[in-house]
């Protein structure tokens, strides 16, 4: 867990609280909860997420958090491959209020034994591009 400190980047919050766990009934590696973070005026709130994988739920929670205030926002969502991406893989959505951007990172990791490989970022993939696209999807309907 986080001690009195405040997560300034992505880096940080993957280190602190990207950790991939051996999945009940199942002897791979994934994550769950989906760990959520915000930041307001040095004031940090420390979320997991529990939604039994409903991806649109922590899209909701996310944007509640925009709409509430935060500087600064990372999430990490755990997906299956999908499309060009050829693992598993974690997404890391970062919303900065100062830029109004979202950003999408992926780091591809091995079920079989829980390592991490290099983040992925998506100007260069297709399927971090379409998860953008269905997370502004649901922002737009959001505000509907």
Sequence with gaps: MIKNKTMKNITEFIKNCVKLNKIENSE???????????????????????????????YNKFIQEIIGGKEKIFMALDFPPIMDMEQDFICICE????????????????????????TVT???????????????????????
């Design 28 to 58: 791979d590696f994934g994550l769950y909860p989906f760990p959520m973070y915000s930041i307001e005026d040095n004031n940090a709130d420390m979320f997991s997420l529990a939604f039994g994988g409903d991806v649109e739920k922590c």
């Design 122 to 144: 998506e100007k260069d993939n297709l399927a971090l591009q379409k998860i953008r696209l269905d997370f502004c999807y649901v922002l737009q309907n959001y505000f509907k």
């Design 95 to 118: 919303y900065e209020s100062n830029e109004n951007e979202l950003t999408i990172t992926g780091i591809p990791f091995c079920v079989k034994t829980g390592d991490l490989n290099n």
